[in-house]
């Protein structure tokens, strides 16, 4: 299909005696956010973790835009598109926001600067760094210093930074936790709003904000997926309910 963006086939990983990922197939379409649900070590960060290149698989491949991408490594993957939210230290937290968007509008472009003062006044890099600051609906905070942000505020801005590489796909491990019911608010709705943008694998375990954000649910359980599905779908779903959402809500 057309509107297929990354397609992963049978990929199995193997940590010793451990099968976290057993014969994986999905994909990820263009406008749509794709959530891969399931308990603790079910595999789904393993999964994710290949198609970002960080670890490799032991079988089974990985199609991104019609190309197969197993051969390159992380770096490769981002500059062909593949986006991704790091930790709270890829941002630098002496710059301000806009400083931390301008550097990741200068990777994408291959811009680089001898000496800082000429970077702070790119007028031009500024401007784009502010379009992606406002879509993450940090535009009262472009001044503020990444060490005064709280939690929730970091996320919009490492999401600005993943933005601003030009994704073509974007995967999100657990971009929900630790920022609070507020903060879980206003993320899922600027993701709701992103995704018409940049198409998103989502893993979450809020379930609310699942079944708000997703069109289709996986839900993995010890390293295979056991269901694919709509909200509707999952919520109805025997199976799932017993190997996993009757264990959340308990
Ligand atoms: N580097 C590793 N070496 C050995 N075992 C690992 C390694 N990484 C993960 N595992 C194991 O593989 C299984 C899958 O882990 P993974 O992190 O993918 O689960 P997960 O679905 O992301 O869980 P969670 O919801 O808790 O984040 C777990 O049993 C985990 O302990
Ligand atoms: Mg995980």
């Not at 976290?20 to 994909?27: C, H, I, R």
């Not at 794709?34 to 393993?46: C, D």
């Not at 992606?132 to 472009?142: F, M, N, T, V």
């Amino acid at each position: 299909m057309g509107d297929i963006v990354l397609s992963l086939d049978r990929l199995s990983k193997r940590y010793g005696a451990l099968l976290a990922n057993k014969d994986v197939s999905l994909d990820l379409r263009k406008g749509e956010i794709h959530a891969l649900i399931g308990p603790n070590g079910a595999g789904k960060s393993t999964l994710v973790k290949q198609v970002a290149g960080e670890i490799r698989p032991d079988g089974g491949s990985i199609m991104f835009d019609g190309q197969p991408i197993n051969s390159l490594n992380t770096a490769a993957r981002a500059r062909a598109g593949l986006g991704r939210t790091f930790q709270v230290s890829s941002l630098i937290p002496e710059f301000s926001v806009l400083q931390n968007v301008m550097l990741a509008v200068q990777a994408q472009q291959g811009k680089t600067f001898r000496l800082f003062k000429r970077f702070s006044n790119d007028t031009e890099l500024a401007d784009q760094a502010s379009g992606y600051i406002d879509e993450l609906d940090l535009q009262g905070r472009a001044d503020v210093p990444v060490s005064q942000l709280s939690h929730g505020e970091r996320r919009q801005l490492e999401m600005a930074t993943a933005l601003a590489l030009k994704p073509r796909a974007l995967l999100l491990d657990e971009p929900l936790a630790g920022i609070g019911p507020a903060g879980s608010q206003h993320m899922t709705r600027l993701l709701k709003k992103l995704k018409q943008q940049v198409p998103i694998l989502l893993i979450e375990h809020d379930m609310a904000a699942v079944f708000e954000l997703a069109d289709r649910i996986s839900v993995m359980v010890y390293g295979r997926i056991i269901t694919t599905g709509t909200a509707q779908e999952i919520k109805n779903n025997q199976q799932v309910q017993e190997a996993y959402l009757g264990q959340e809500a308990s």
